[in-house]
């Protein structure tokens, strides 16, 4: 570790590159979970799916010691619109990088084909069942957490989870990072949990790296508390902890 600091009550921990990131966020997560299955008899878990997310998930996948038959696990949002089997669908993703390596004892997937109302009633009922023990969570380029873009963020949502219009710059990130041709190609609306839902999880884990998440980074740390840039939001948790590379948060500090 490079660096590591305190912002609000946001505990920082600054890595020389991505690969060191993600293997002190998969320990750290590792560890977390084996801590609260040694005292519960189950954890429910949120996990963010983008490729910021690669090198903690390879990590986490790798750990033993993780009874993952207690571990209930959901997603935080996924595109409206794309074909079932669409590669760029977050359900794919984690199922690909992570559910079908490690088979958690309940997977809960947001089902964006079914009439949108109602799967926000259904999956918000889950969710709602019991709290929510951890979240593994990232940035955006414009500062949103899951895909509540500056326009939609509301820090006092009352609902847990609602349909979306992403905004320009998600969608342009949606690009950058490889996951879209072209802007036309990614979706324009999209399902997501809040932010009061995933702030009310006990402890998050947000993992941050590369170049094209500096602007965001510094904002976060450095900003005033505001929609403006929802991540902000995690220097109010009371255990949150913010995973950055050397290019993540360069400017962070000046």
């Given amino acids: 570790m490079l660096k590591q600091r305190l912002v609000d009550r946001l505990k920082v921990r600054v890595y020389a590159n991505r690969k060191e990131l993600g293997t002190a966020a998969g320990l750290a997560v590792a560890e977390r979970m084996r801590d609260l299955l040694a005292k519960q008899p189950g954890i429910r878990m949120i996990f963010a799916a983008a490729p910021s997310q690669n090198e903690f998930l390879e990590t986490l996948v790798a750990q033993d010691g993780i009874d993952w038959s207690r571990v209930t696990a959901f997603h935080m949002d996924d595109y409206i619109g794309l074909a079932p089997d669409a590669p760029q669908r977050f359900s794919r993703f984690l199922q690909d990088r992570l559910f079908d390596l490690v088979r958690p004892g309940v997977v809960h997937l947001i089902d964006v084909s079914s009439e949108i109302d109602a799967e926000c009633e259904r999956y918000g009922r889950l969710l709602s069942e019991a709290p929510i023990d951890i979240v593994c969570l990232g940035i955006g380029e414009n500062g949103h957490i899951a895909f509540n873009d500056p ?47 995933m702030m009310s999880g006990a402890h998050l884990f947000c993992m941050v790296p590369g170049p094209t998440k500096r602007n965001a980074v510094t904002e ?12 902000t939001a995690l220097r109010r948790h009371p255990d949150c902890t913010l995973f950055v590379d050397a290019d993540s948060y360069a400017g962070a500090e000046a």
């Fill in 151 to 197: 326009p939609v963020a509301d820090f006092d949502d009352p609902l847990l989870i609602k349909p979306v219009e992403l905004d320009d710059a998600c969608r342009t990130q949606q690009v950058n990072d490889g996951c879209f041709e072209s802007f036309d190609a990614v979706p324009t609306h999209a399902l997501t949990l809040t932010i009061p839902l």
């Fill in 220 to 231: 976060t740390l450095n900003g005033p508390i505001s929609t403006a840039c929802p991540a």
